[in-house]
């Protein structure tokens, strides 16, 4: 085997291999690196590498160590600067569901009770395509990350709907679920599209034929929460039954069914690893699951509402919670010790997630604000005031140096560093 090429990636921080085989055939390997930080010994770490990867000759080392270099500096990029309102955009005609950025963050679209998604340029603010057909309000939505050149949505009309991000065109219609799609995901190769509906099952689609796949048949009440683990093999499903399942994405088997909750299921996600799954719970708890035997590996208590939201960081390192009591939590996932409570919201919070280099928790709230907290401390770094409705959905862009937020009161809000 020869090495090609060395390829960078920031989030979670890892090198990529490129190789070529003696049959010309050619690969790629991950070094993953993360527990890299600004404290790193990078000459220990370069030696480490090399020693432990044979395609990888000592000549190759200043290169190597460049490329770690370089991702400590993204890592500690944005650390002190502050959000500042950027553009205001007078989305819809009705309030809005939810809003996601595609990879490169120079897109980004929202969801609407009008009917509608809409796609926008996230530098300008411009309208790019509105995308029209569902019958009822569009409530899930996503791009195919990291290709961000389709987008699906999710409606209350039963249906699922997938479109050109650069043209508007519908390519398909995703007939099947009895009523509402309530949440949906591309797995990472946009090849299949999982969706979940208040019908309590989930379905895997085609995304190229777009027929059914699968139908996941097991839960005894809503889906309301769905992922796809890293390497799309596995799907998590969360439900008001109050249980979790996992299931095999190429036969459609349920592998687990993780019970121990003892309310209905608000949120679900896997670490990057895929090791770890995490959920949160209306019992006021959120549990830590092992994939591999279904195991609950910890259950973090503290919350005396119910938990709305849940995710881990890039590196799965730390999990946060969301509340209904107002406050977010911040566990380490090894321990399940709670570091941090994030007190300050004068309302529910409905969602929260961890910038893409793990220093920050953005949260978004009931109380018509979202904030910025310090992940280590906890301390809150900056609200981001205007809107006139409550906050319903935030995001971050993959450089995590944009912010979007979505309200009630039909507009969604730019932020920039």
């Not at 929202?110 to 530098?123: A, E, F, H, L, P």
């Not at 097991?218 to 996992?246: M, P, R």
């Not at 005396?304 to 911040?330: P, W, Y």
Request: with cysteine; proline share 2%; charged share 20%.
């Amino acid at each position: 085997m020869k090495l090609k090429r060395f390829l960078i990636r920031y989030y979670p921080p890892g090198i990529i291999l490129e190789y070529a085989q003696r049959d010309g055939t050619e690969g790629t390997k991950e070094i993953p690196l993360l527990h890299l930080t600004a404290e790193t010994d990078v000459e220990v770490l370069v030696n480490q590498i090399v020693f432990e990867q044979p395609l990888i000759k000592p000549t190759r080392k200043p290169q190597l160590r460049r490329l770690i270099y370089k991702l400590i500096e993204k890592l500690e990029a944005n650390e002190t600067q502050d959000f500042y309102l950027f553009k205001i955009l007078r989305a819809h005609i009705l309030p809005l569901t939810n809003c996601a950025f595609n990879k490169s963050g120079d897109k980004f679209i929202t969801g609407s009770y009008d009917r509608t998604c809409k796609v926008w340029d996230t530098n300008s603010g411009e309208e790019l395509l509105t995308l029209e057909g569902h019958k009822n309000v569009v409530y899930a939505i996503a791009f195919n990350n990291p290709y961000g050149d389709k987008i699906i949505t999710g409606s209350f009309d039963k249906t699922c709907k997938l479109w050109s991000a650069e043209t508007g065109q519908l390519y398909h219609t995703y007939r099947g679920h009895a009523t509402e799609i309530v949440c949906l995901a591309f797995n990472p190769q946009g090849s299949l599209v999982a969706t979940g509906s208040m019908d309590n099952t989930a379905k895997l689609w085609d995304v190229n034929s777009g027929k059914e796949v699968h139908t996941l048949l097991g839960h005894s009440a809503e889906i309301v929460s769905l992922n796809f683990n890293t390497d799309g093999t596995q799907v998590i499903t969360g439900s008001f039954d109050h249980t979790i399942k996992l299931w095999d994405v190429g036969t459609g088997k349920c592998i687990h069914t993780l019970t121990g909750h003892h309310g209905e299921i608000s949120s679900t996600q896997f670490n990057y690893s895929s090791s770890f799954a995490i959920s949160g719970s209306i019992d006021r708890t959120c549990k830590i699951w092992n994939v591999k035997t279904g195991e609950c590996t910890q259950t973090l208590r503290g919350h005396n509402d119910e938990i709305l939201d849940v995710g881990f960081n890039a590196t799965g390192s730390k999990l946060v919670t969301a509340s209904a009591d107002g406050t977010s939590r911040v566990y380490n996932t090894q321990t399940g010790a709670c570091q941090a409570i994030l007190i300050g919201h004068e309302g529910e919070i409905s969602k929260v997630c961890f910038n893409p280099q793990g220093t920050k928790i953005l949260t978004a709230s009931s109380d018509k604000s979202a904030r910025l907290w310090e992940v280590e401390s906890g301390d809150c770094l900056q609200v981001l005031e205007g809107h006139t409705d409550e906050i319903f959905s935030c995001a971050f862009n993959y450089e995590g140096d944009t912010i979007i937020t979505g309200s009630k009161d039909n507009t969604c809000r730019i932020w920039k560093c």
